[in-house]
């Protein structure tokens, strides 16, 4: 097994919690909070499939599926192009709200982008320093692993949320 597959199957089992979490639920439980400033189930996959898009468009030198496949003028969030929701206040997070359908469409596109981009690489490609401005300075994999992680804690966030909802 490469290195690379093993990403692909980390990223896979991503998208399969993506979909389990959306199968079934209302549009009061995307946008539901456990807590007053909490993260919705609606921002959480939206999050979680921006940065991945966003992440692996940079290190490809490719263009996000969030504006090259219109699902930014789909989404219509009062939010920037650029957005992805890093640093959003609580308020912010409330502006998330979209159907289910689309949330999963976008994360599929996303997913596909990065299954296909994964497939183009090697072990070596992986050892390539992508960003000098930190010690020791960021390889490839070490950013496509950043991104695999903060996807699975979050999605682990909202199937925890779907899970208090029953």
Same mark, same amino acid.
């Given at each position: 097994m490469r290195s690379t597959d093993i990403l692909?199957?980390?990223?896979?089992?991503v998208?399969?919690?993506v979909h389990a979490v959306l199968d079934g639920i209302t549009a009061e439980q995307l946008v539901a909070r456990i807590a007053p400033e909490a993260n919705t189930i609606a921002w959480l996959i939206w999050h979680i499939s921006r940065v991945q898009d966003a992440q692996v468009a940079d290190v490809a030198g490719t263009d996000e599926v969030w504006t090259a496949r219109g699902?930014?003028?789909r989404f219509a969030l009062p939010f920037d192009r650029s957005a992805s929701g890093y640093g959003q206040s609580p308020d912010e997070v409330a502006e998330v709200v979209v159907?289910?359908? @689309? @949330?999963a469409e976008y994360h599929d596109a996303s997913h596909a982008a990065t299954v296909d981009y994964l497939g183009t690489l090697s072990d070596d490609d992986l050892d390539r320093v992508i960003d000098e401005n930190w010690d020791p300075p960021v390889t490839l994999g070490v950013r496509l692993v950043s991104v695999l992680d903060d996807d699975a804690q979050?999605?682990?966030?909202?199937?925890?949320?779907?899970g208090l909802m029953g």
């Open positions: 692909i199957d980390g990223f896979g089992r998208s399969e919690n699902f930014y003028d159907e289910p359908a @689309l @949330l979050h999605i682990g966030q909202a199937a925890y949320i779907r």
